[in-house]
């Protein structure tokens, strides 16, 4: 997709105006019901993808920063599950709505923003144009990517307000997702 940045709720880096909805944001703290803490949802999706190490899945729940989480795991991409392919924008969209039922109340105001003015978010990265997208090498000012991140935000903000991780499910997506939710409860 090709998007011209003023024609986007765009973001760079977690300090901007929309850059909460970036995974390496900080501050937004995930709990899960049994009152584990994890420290952000890149750190959860990183946990995802180890499934069956649980010395890596352990290390990586113990960090604070989620950059230092990703840097982390690079060195065991030897042992990333064999199904990460078919379900990664899986456990992103469940990272990012464990995310916006815990946090509605500090992201409902940019919510808000981004449905009256109708603009897509979009993630705009150096180098990633799966989860967001790069600047055009012509013009700075046009992004070109899949935007994933980015999409799965906007599905979560246009829906409808909830708390209730369910209430975003569609039916062809509960089997899928109910598998990743066992997943999460053996924190």
């Given at each position: ?117 109708g603009l897509p978010v979009v ?65």
């Amino acid at each position: 997709m090709v998007y011209r940045l003023e024609e986007t709720n765009y973001f760079r880096s977690s300090k901007d105006k929309f850059g909460c909805f970036g995974n390496m944001c900080g501050g937004f703290p995930l709990t899960l019901p049994d009152g584990k803490v994890i420290h952000g949802s890149e750190i959860l999706y990183q946990w995802f993808k180890y499934k069956g190490h649980a010395d890596i899945q352990k290390t990586l729940l113990e960090f604070k920063n989620p950059l230092k989480a990703k840097w982390y795991q690079k060195k065991y991409k030897n042992c990333i599950r064999s199904d990460w392919d078919d379900i990664n924008i899986d456990v992103m969209k469940l990272c990012c709505l464990l995310k916006w039922c815990e946090h509605t109340d500090r992201l409902y105001h940019l919510r808000e923003e981004i449905i009256e003015n109708g603009l897509p978010v979009v993630e705009v990265s150096k180098k990633d144009n799966f989860w967001g997208c790069v600047p055009n090498k012509d013009d700075n000012n046009i992004v070109e990517g899949e935007n994933v991140l980015g999409q799965i935000w906007d599905e979560i903000l246009r829906f409808k307000i909830s708390r209730n991780i369910f209430d975003y499910y569609h039916d062809d997506d509960i089997k899928k997702n109910v598998m990743l939710m066992e997943e999460l409860a053996t924190i």
